[in-house]
């Protein structure tokens, strides 16, 4: 990997989805009479997308896509940033290009013709677990063309959602970022989204790591497990930390870990009154962390931060954060 010769103008510049999430309350039992995958996420084709809002109780459209998210909650606490993602010429994808414009976040990717918005149907049970049912739509259809090479030589990390890498023509985008952020020197963060993902491309996801193209993963244990073929925590880590400069795993309610260069930091849990809503949490914990980790602190201390900006998001509908981020971690940990 190259030296970096100047500067980055972008802390954390991503690719991800870009997705407007639609969520309704519901009981357990519509999830059943709907054969949904409780708690998970799956793929759905514009005529699924249809029928499942049809079946939705009243819903409230917020702007979503994992990296997005993290993007969200970074220049929520001062970060710069910078989204690469494809929306299409209709009201969804001008939504979504508004928000993601108004949180600070630079996004010039041109909106396309032909293929919908991508949207993901939420349905949020009263313990606050969401299921998940996303129309990739026109969001799998980011060409290669569409990067600003330039603009990723300029940050300082490449963050890269799993959930993009379906898709044969954003898969070809990314590998090129991936190169693009190599020959400037620059860090790269993945996170792999969800175990059905890695199911399908784990060993593409090796090969990344093996070959030493991430230098921060992000995933829950249930993903760790995933990648490394076993469900023992406590050897999964032994496994992946040695070939990843900086892992972190995430735990839920027991916390999260991560080990860089033998060092080991763990941390809680933030205690909350209630969860209302599941939705982002990972995405938001990234954040935190990647804030930590582009302004130099320890890892006990990006760590913290992730779960504060975690807790935040679970406390409201919607995977972008409400609160002020920048305070709620100043009254936490200074």
């Known amino acids: 990997m190259a030296e970096p010769t100047v500067p980055p103008a972008f802390d954390v510049i991503a690719i991800g989805n870009a997705i407007i999430d639609v969520i ?35 819903a409230r459209e917020i702007s979503g896509g994992s990296a997005a998210n993290t993007l969200a909650g970074l ?16 009201q969804l994808g001008e939504v979504f290009t508004h928000d993601i414009r108004a949180g600070g976040i630079a996004f010039d990717v041109p909106a396309r013709a032909g293929v919908p918005t991508a949207r993901c149907l939420i349905f949020v049970t009263p313990d606050g677990q969401r299921t998940m049912n996303t129309f990739l739509g026109a969001s799998q259809h980011l060409p290669a063309e569409a990067l600003d090479e330039s603009a990723i030589a300029n940050a300082a990390v490449l963050y890269l959602e799993g959930y993009l890498w379906d898709p044969e023509e954003p898969r070809a985008a990314m590998r090129k970022a991936i190169e693009a952020a190599r020959a400037a020197g620059r860090k790269i963060a993945f996170t792999p989204s969800e175990c059905f993902v890695i199911d399908r491309h784990r060993a593409d996801f090796l090969d990344l790591i093996e070959t030493g193209k991430i230098d921060v993963l992000f995933c829950n244990e249930h993903e760790m497990a995933a990648l ?14 040695p070939q990843i400069p900086v892992l972190v795993v995430t735990r839920g309610a027991q916390g999260a870990v991560a080990i860089s260069g033998g060092q080991r930091a763990e941390v809680g849990a933030e205690p909350i009154d209630r969860v209302v809503d599941t939705t982002g949490a990972g995405d938001l914990f990234a ?9 130099g602190k320890s890892l006990e201390e990006s760590l ?9 998001i679970i406390s409201h509908y919607g995977a972008r954060p409400e609160a002020d981020l920048k305070a709620l971690i100043s009254e936490r940990v200074g």
């Open 24 to 58: 309704a309350n519901c009981n357990d039992a519509l999830i059943e009479e709907l054969g949904l995958s409780r708690g998970g996420m799956m793929l759905i084709d514009a005529e699924q997308a249809e029928s499942l809002y049809a079946a939705m109780g009243p």
């Open 75 to 90: 220049a929520a606490l001062g970060a710069k940033c910078a989204f690469i993602g494809q929306v299409a010429e209709d």
């Open 228 to 241: 490394v073929g076993h469900d023992d925590f406590e050897k999964g880590v032994a496994q992946l930390a």
């Open 287 to 295: 954040a935190g962390f990647l804030f930590g980790h582009v302004r």
């Open 304 to 312: 913290q931060y992730g779960a504060i900006c975690a807790c935040e």
